[in-house]
T-cell receptor
């Protein structure tokens, strides 16, 4: 039973246009969401995150939107560049009450392979 | 070091062989995680350390998998009597705090033949 779902295995976008990657989750305890980017033969690289108390977070060309009622988040990349071609993973975590410092384990989606076409 | 370092990068093991995978986290990072990524899948949580304490090992698929972090820095994931289904990329990640995200290593690709 997948708690984090990325229903599009791949997405092709023209250079300069907007890329929109979608992610749905089922666990209502998730309160922190992250996007990672992965190139072949490398580990995932942290891109951007959002806490459940927000509905939008922006960092340069990357914006993440969170719709808690729909249990849906999306990553917008604009404008898309050739170097953005990679696999993008959506990930989520739930606070463990009283855990204090340190991070919590992540639940990942299966990833979306974004291809930016020149 | 500047990043999370994992060794070896690639490991081929014969079925039944024991393997040990090493992770050097970023200096000062309290939290350390191991993930398993099968082909075409996202990373799946295996186990979590806070300093030397293994706080969560619920993701370890069987008792053939064992992880340790005796001095709160370097961690080793050991797989005994490897099986073909253990073939995957094993990723290590470390973190200072939740809001700072996790830094992943490049992973160890294990192939069991």
């Amino acid at each position: 039973d997948q708690q984090v779902k990325q229903n599009s295995p791949s997405l092709s976008v023209q250079e300069g246009r907007i890329s929109i990657l979608n992610c749905d989750y089922t666990n209502s305890m998730f309160d922190y969401f992250l996007w990672y980017k992965k190139y072949p033969a490398e580990g995932p690289t942290f891109l951007i995150s959002i806490s459940s108390i927000k509905d939008k977070n922006e960092d340069g060309r990357f914006t993440v939107f969170l719709n808690k009622s729909a249990k849906h988040l999306s990553l917008h990349i604009v404008p898309s560049q050739p170097g953005d071609s990679a696999v993008y993973f959506c990930a989520a975590s739930a606070s463990i009450g009283g855990s204090g410092g340190g991070a919590d384990g992540l639940t990942f989606g299966k990833g979306t392979h974004l291809i930016i076409q020149p | 070091g500047a990043g999370v370092s994992q060794s070896p990068r690639y490991k081929v093991a014969k079925r039944g062989q024991d393997v040990a995978l090493r992770c050097d986290p970023i200096s000062g990072h309290v939290s350390l995680f191991w993930y398993q990524q099968a082909l075409g899948q996202g990373p799946e949580f295996l186990t979590y350390f806070q300093n030397e304490a293994q706080l969560d090992k619920s993701g370890l698929p069987s008792d053939r998998f064992f992880a340790e972090r005796p001095e709160g820095s370097v961690s080793t994931l050991k797989i005994q009597r490897t099986q073909q289904e253990d073939s995957a990329v094993y990723l290590c990640a470390s973190s200072l705090a939740r809001s700072s995200g996790y830094t992943f290593g490049s992973g160890t690709r294990l192939t069991v033949v």
